[in-house]
């Protein structure tokens, strides 16, 4: 690449806090193209021209071949194998030696002043973090600071240990590469930290400062962090629109931002409130209501269908359910009478199992997180914060309240009780008729 900021743009993750979702955090479609799609237009429209994108074999074929604006210079570089950030760096020395760069994740979700307020930076030629201002404990690596300089990154501190009120986001600026990177090739850590304990040696020998932001962030971490992104997108990227060849039957209520792709069908006696996305060649059936939601492409709602703050992926069916707060991430069919439950009975903040530990989603309300190709029952109940693994089976009646991996067969086992009958029915049925 010719002489210039880089913006490095990692995207290699395979997001092992992620599951039950099998598609990579970085291309996991988001109202209508994948995340990172979103986040190279910001950059762009911020005037960021050259991008080094970081990527893995599974999804560096889709990356590549998003078509390039005029004036943009953007190369990929494979991490063939998952080893964190600092490998992602490492892989890419090549492209980086000689030139400034800007790391960023490709799936963090800010606002546009910051992308003005770190070009602004870039243009003093120092090096500089972004931390983030929140009263909120979260579980991630924090900033310990001395006035607006960098002293070293505290990961996962505790609630109520944090060394600063500020997160550390992945907007770092080197303006020269190989210094930083020869910082990666020394640190020795058995932990995955090796790229924080760089960035503290750095810390140590040059002034990085840190910019501070108190705007929106979406992180990306979490699959629950699917639903933040999503309300984000629609809040703030949807535009309503009618693709070609919809058929919009009677008696059907369109209220705020909808976006509706082509070939769409909406039947009678439906509410759709905005901001909702609906996909290509998808069928909203009759006594639905859907509010601030995606449903993807080729996706059947089916009759008296609710769903409502949920993410809905591409060929989806339902009939008769209610799905609150949920992430589907594609394939998934309900059988009649099969709801998601988003609410807790004591109205208590939902915890979610991540990696054997036991995490607040911090969130009052969340459904049920799928995987791919699962098939749900009639009449299953499926508890606020439960995830079920890809390619999975959940039977009819079951009332399920805890994780299953993929490729499981849950089922209930019934017991019934058949006696001899001594009840007489007369067959009087006017009689018993007048009597109601």
Not at 243 to 250: A, L, Q, R
Request: proline share 4%; hydrophobic share 40%; with cysteine.
């Amino acid at each position: 690449m010719k002489k210039g900021l880089i913006v490095v743009v990692l995207a290699a993750g395979i997001g092992k806090r992620f599951w039950p979702f099998t598609t990579d955090k970085s291309v996991f479609p988001a109202v209508d193209e994948p995340l990172i799609f979103h986040n190279l237009k910001k950059l762009e429209a911020a005037g960021f021209s050259r991008f080094l994108i970081i990527t893995n074999p599974a999804n560096d074929a889709l990356i590549a071949s998003r078509p390039v604006p005029v004036g943009i210079e953007t190369a990929t570089s494979i991490q063939k194998e998952p080893g964190g950030m600092a490998d992602a760096l490492l892989s890419a020395r090549p492209l980086l030696e000689g030139h400034p760069i800007l790391v960023v994740n490709a799936e963090d979700l800010v606002e546009d002043t910051l992308y003005k307020d770190i070009a602004s930076g870039i243009r003093k030629s120092e090096p500089f973090i972004v931390g983030k201002y929140t009263e909120k404990y979260f579980d991630g690596g924090y900033i310990k600071l001395s006035q607006n300089r960098l002293m070293s990154i505290v990961e996962k501190p505790g609630e109520g240990q944090e060394p600063s009120k500020y997160i550390n986001l992945v907007f770092h600026f080197f303006p020269v590469a190989d210094i930083f990177l020869d910082r990666l090739r020394l640190v020795k850590t058995s932990r995955d930290d090796r790229y924080e304990k760089a960035l503290d040696m750095f810390a140590s020998e040059f002034a990085v400062s840190v910019i501070s932001y108190d705007g929106h962030w979406t992180p990306f971490k979490y699959p629950w962090h699917v639903l933040d992104a999503m309300q984000y997108l629609l809040t703030h990227s949807l535009t309503s629109g009618k693709g070609k060849n919809v058929d919009i039957h009677n008696n059907v209520s369109l209220e705020g931002t909808v976006r509706i792709g082509n070939n769409v069908k909406i039947f009678e006696n439906t509410k759709i409130v905005g901001p909702v996305y609906i996909g290509d060649n998808t069928i909203i059936g009759n006594n639905n209501i859907i509010r601030d939601t995606v449903i993807g492409n080729n996706c059947v709602t089916g009759f008296n269908t609710d769903i409502t703050r949920s993410y809905i992926g591409d060929n989806c069916w339902f009939h008769s359910n209610y799905i609150g707060d949920s992430v589907l991430e594609g394939d998934v069919s309900m059988g009649s009478g099969s709801v998601l439950a988003n609410l807790r009975l004591d109205e208590a903040e939902i915890y979610s199992v991540i990696s054997n530990e036991k995490k607040n989603t911090q969130r009052a309300k969340l459904g049920a997180m799928i995987g791919r190709n699962v098939r749900i029952g009639v009449n299953a109940s499926i508890m606020p914060g439960v995830k079920i693994g890809a390619n999975s089976f959940v039977g009819a009646g079951v009332v399920l309240d805890k994780d299953i991996p993929e490729d499981s067969f849950c089922m209930m086992q019934p017991g019934y009780v058949v006696k001899k009958n001594k009840v007489k029915i007369s067959g009087d049925r006017a009689a018993y008729k007048a009597k109601l």
